[in-house]
């Protein structure tokens, strides 16, 4: 027999998880290869020809193409950036206020159990200039009620402040449970000898949770560069494209203009790239657990 009767039971279990992954994650991959490399032969229904790199080629001469691409670089670095802060800072607060009742936390964590639909519903309220709240505070303080969402500068840091508000929490849980499974022992050590809050965060603490901020920064770069009802129910990549997010350029490319095979061709490049980030972020993890260990 080549596996024992446990090895068995184990496969038995995890072939049919492996072929639901395969089926939604491995089938729609090799799909969007396909159109992204075939142009319909026109000669009849679903036949196609081989096309090689025309429709990469056609992708990286529309300004478009790189105008969405810059547009989820910056929204990437920046929520990543400002996420990453405001939740270790929140994380080490609560960390070193150990008084605070632990309803605190269930509270803090709330927004990002919200569905991303209902997010963007909601901040499309707020922003809305008519009854919004915000426009209700300008009139306020005397002052004329704005419309973010239609400024091609504010609205794309309008979808900004909607992801920071939305996903923080995520990293927060993240970065929380690294800092309550750090070892005691470092910490009481330092202390003995004298360290402040400030020392023991940047010698003691940061070091060892080097390899949990790298997780959490993995794991929001790719929930950054997937981001799309939110932004979609907000502002549909308008005004113009100030918002139109390299996953927004796909789904407009193959739904709005049918253009199939340059949707297809960006999103396998989404893919490489995504795949690319997480294999450097992953090799930086590495690198900070051999640093940590050490």
Not at 37 to 62: C, D, N, P, R, Y
Not at 93 to 99: A, D, E, H, T
Not at 129 to 137: F, H, M, V
């Amino acid at each position: 027999m080549f596996f024992a009767r446990s090895q068995r039971s184990l496969i038995i279990f995890v072939l049919p998880g492996c072929a639901l992954l395969t089926l939604l994650i491995a089938w729609p991959v090799l799909q969007s290869s396909v159109a992204a490399l075939s142009l319909s032969s026109g000669t009849e229904e679903g036949a196609t020809q081989f096309a090689g790199l025309t429709h990469f080629k056609t992708l990286v001469t529309q300004s478009s193409f790189w105008s969405s691409l810059s547009l989820a670089a910056v929204f990437t670095l920046t929520t990543t950036a400002l996420e990453l802060f405001i939740a270790s800072t929140v994380a080490l607060f609560l960390y070193f206020q150990r008084k605070l009742p632990r309803i605190v936390e269930v509270l803090l964590i709330l927004p990002m159990f919200v569905l991303p639909v209902v997010s963007g519903l909601t901040f499309r309220y707020i922003y809305d200039p008519n009854d919004g709240p915000l426009s209700s505070l300008f009139n306020a303080f005397g002052y004329e009620p704005m419309s973010p969402l239609a400024d091609s500068f504010w609205a794309f840091w309008a979808i900004v402040l909607q992801d920071i508000w939305r996903m923080w929490p995520f990293l927060f849980l993240i970065i929380y449970a690294g800092l309550k499974a750090l070892p005691k022992s470092a910490h009481e050590a330092a202390k003995m000898d004298g360290a402040n809050t400030r020392e023991l965060i940047r010698y003691i603490i940061f070091p060892a949770l080097r390899p949990t901020l790298a997780v959490a920064m993995g794991l929001k770069v790719m929930e950054s560069l997937k981001v799309f009802t939110e932004v979609y129910v907000m502002t549909g990549g308008g005004p113009g494209d100030s918002t139109s997010l390299l996953s927004l350029f796909v789904v407009k490319q193959a739904f709005h203009f049918f253009q199939i095979g340059p949707a297809s061709a960006a999103s396998i490049l989404l893919l490489i790239l995504g795949m690319s980030l997480a294999w450097g972020i992953t090799r930086l993890q590495n690198r900070a657990s051999l640093a940590g260990g050490n």
